[in-house]
C-alpha cells in the first residue's frame, strides 16, 4: 500500500502542469514608441526580455479584454471566473463595489480549487485592493500553502510583508531592515523576484518523486502609480514621450458629459503625462527583470517543459486621449484592452491568437490545462482550445464590459501621487486649466474647470464588444443608477472600431435602428447571465 501511494504521488506530480501567472497593474497595449499612433503591444515595448521569452517564445492574444477597468473588480473577475455583476455587492458596498469574499473561499476562487487539486500555491504581491483582508481569509481558509506578500502594495518600498507557510503553519508579519534589507534592495518588484524563486526553491529542491505541481501567483504593482522606478533603472528612457494620438487631447461633444466638457490640456499636463509615460516605462523594466529571474529559476530544475507562464494586466491605461488626463475606468480600447502572453508545453511559439477572451476566462483556462473540473457557477470560459491541442474550441464573438463609477468627481490631479517634484515641469500637476480648487462636472463642450476623468452622473455603463468576420464594433449604454431601463439610461455611443480605431466618431444616432436594437438586446442578456448560460 505505501509503495502504491508514492507511485500514486509521482503519477500525481507529473501528470499535473506547473503554472507561474505574473499580473501587473495599469500596463497598457497601445502606449509604445509610435509618437502618433497606437501600436500592438504598447507599454512591453519596453520589455524585451519578456517579449523574447513569452512572444517569440509563446502565443500572445490579440483580443484580451478585462470584463471592468479598475484594479478590485477586475481582479476579483480574475481570481473567480465571474463577471462584475456577478460579485458586486448587494447595494454596490464592497472593494470599489464588488465583494471579494469569493477569491479567498477554497471552492470558489482560484488558489482554493488549485490547492484542492494537489498544487502548491504561492501568492506573491498585490491581490485585490483590500489586501490585509483578502490575505487574512487565505490564511485562514487554508486556501493557500504560501504566502510572501507586501501589505502596503501602494509603496514601491515597502517593508512590511505578510508571511505564511502551511508546512509549519507559522503566520507572521516580516518587517524590512531598511538600511540592511534582505535580498539587498526595499524595492518591492525586485523583492518579490527574489521571494518567488526562494519558494521555489523550498518546494523543488526535494526528491524529483515527493515534488507537487506549483502554481506561483506573482503581482507586481507597476507601473501603477506612483510608478517608482527601482534605483538602477532611474534613467531609462529619459528621451521618451508619451504618444500624441490622433485622438490625444481632442474635443468629444458626442461622448458622456464628464469627458465632453473637458477643455484642452495645457502644456503642463502635457509635461506631466510624458513624466508619468517615462515612470511607467522604467518600473516595468523591473517587471522585466522578474519574469527572467523565474523563468531562469524554474529552467535551474529542468522544469519548462512542465511550466506554463501567463503574463497579463487588470487593465490598460490612457494618457490623454479625449482630454482625459491620466486614468483608466472607460470603456474604450486604451483601458479595456490588456496584454496577455502565454507560453509552456504545447503551445506554439511566435504566435498571435486573435479569439476574443478576457479576465473571467482564466480561471476556467488554468483548471481546464490543469486538468481540474470548472464549477459550473463560473460565468467565464476555457480558451485552452485556441492554444493547445485536444482541447475544445470555445470561441466567442462579443466581450461585456462593466464600470460602476468610484468617485464622485475625480480630476487628473489623482496622479499628484507619483509626483517627484514641480522641478520636473514648470509647476505642479494640473487640475484643471486653470488649476480650481473645486470641481464642477459643466455641462458645455469643452468648458469645464478641472480635467475629469470619472464621475458618478455619467461614468458609470456597460458595453458590448463585437468582433466577428463582418464587424468590430463597441456599443456602450451610461446609467449612472445601474438599474438599465430604457428610461434610466442617460446616453449611448456607438463606434465603427475597424475604421475608427481611436473612436473619436460616435456613430450611434446615425446607425440603422435594427443594429442598434439588435446590440441593446445582446448587452441586455450579456448582462443578465450567471454560470453556465454566459456566452
Known sequence: MLLSGVVASVVLAASKPNIVMILTDDQDTRMGTNPSAYTDIGSMESQPKLRKLMMEGGVRMENFFVNTPICCPSRTEYFTGRYYHNVRGTNGEGCMHVNTTDVHTPDTGLFGLLTEAGYETGVFGKTTNDQQNQLNGLYHSKTVTYIDSPLDFNNYNCDTYYRYNSSTGLQYIEK????????????????????????????????????????????????????????????????????????????????TRHIMQNAPLNDLA?????????????????????????????????????????YSSDHGFKLGQWRVGVSKMHPYETDVRVPFLISGPGIPTGKVVSDVAGNVDILPTILDIAGVPIPDFVDGRSFAGAL??????????????????????????FASIWAESSSVCPGPIPKGPNNPSTCVEGTEVGQGNCYLVDSTESNTWRALRVINDTHNLQYIEYDHT??????????????????????????YESSDQGIKSSLQQQLSDYYKCSGLSCP
Open 176 to 255: 524590512l531592515n531598511k538600511t540592511s534589507p534582505v535580498f539587498g534592495t526595499t524595492y518591492q518588484t525586485a523583492q518579490l523576484s527574489n521571494r518567488t524563486a526562494l519558494w521555489l526553491d523550498t518546494i523543488l529542491n526535494v526528491p524529483v518523486g515527493e515534488r507537487k505541481p506549483f502554481f506561483a501567483y506573482v503581482g507586481p504593482h507597476a507601473p501603477h502609480f506612483p510608478s517608482e522606478p527601482a534605483p538602477w533603472h532611474v534613467h531609462l528612457y529619459n528621451n521618451y514621450t508619451a504618444p500624441v494620438t490622433p485622438n490625444y487631447n481632442i474635443s468629444s461633444p458626442n461622448k
Open 270 to 310: 502635457k509635461c506631466w503625462e510624458d513624466q508619468y509615460f517615462r515612470d511607467r516605462w522604467r518600473t516595468l523594466a523591473s517587471v522585466d527583470d522578474l519574469v527572467q529571474i523565474i523563468h531562469d529559476k524554474v529552467e535551474e530544475y529542468d522544469l519548462l517543459g512542465n511550466t506554463f507562464f501567463i
Open 388 to 413: 493547445l491541442p485536444n482541447h475544445k474550441r470555445q470561441q466567442r464573438t462579443i466581450w461585456l464590459s462593466e464600470y460602476e463609477s468610484t468617485n464622485e468627481l475625480l480630476a487628473m490631479n
Open 482 to 507: 445601474w438599474k438599465w431601463n430604457q428610461s434610466t439610461i442617460q446616453y449611448r455611443e456607438l463606434y465603427d472600431v475597424e475604421a475608427d480605431p481611436y473612436q473619436i466618431h460616435n456613430i
